[in-house]
C-alpha cells in the first residue's frame, strides 16, 4: 500500500487481517448445477433424451418379457 493512503491499516476490520480458511474446490454436484443453469437449453435436451431413451428401454423390456 502507498502512504498517502486515506484509510489506515489499523482501522481495516479485523477479519481483513484473520487469515482466511483455505477454500475447497466446488463439489460436482455444484459445478453441474451451475452448468445446467448457464446451457439450459442443451442441458433439456439431454434430459429429454435421457428419458425418452429410458422409457423405451423399459417399454422394449416389458414387452420381451411379457
Same mark, same amino acid.
Request: proline share 12%.
Given at each position: 500500500?502507498?502512504?498517502?493512503? $486515506? ?5 481495516? $476490520? $479485523?477479519?481483513? =487481517?484473520?487469515? #482466511?480458511?483455505? #477454500?475447497? $474446490?466446488?463439489? &460436482? !454436484?455444484? %459445478?453441474?448445477?451451475? =452448468?445446467? !443453469?448457464?446451457?439450459? @437449453?442443451?442441458?433439456?435436451?439431454? &434430459?429429454? %433424451?435421457? +428419458? +425418452?431413451?429410458?422409457?423405451? !428401454?423399459? +417399454? @422394449? ?6
Amino acid at each position: 500500500m502507498s502512504q498517502s493512503s $486515506p484509510i489506515p491499516e489499523a482501522s481495516a $476490520p $479485523p477479519a481483513a =487481517n484473520a487469515p #482466511t480458511a483455505p #477454500t475447497r $474446490p466446488p463439489s &460436482f !454436484v455444484k %459445478l453441474a448445477m451451475r =452448468n445446467m !443453469v448457464r446451457k439450459r @437449453g442443451k442441458s433439456l435436451y439431454h &434430459f429429454g %433424451l435421457t +428419458v +425418452v431413451g429410458l422409457l423405451t !428401454v423399459l +417399454v @422394449g423390456l416389458a414387452y420381451l418379457t411379457r
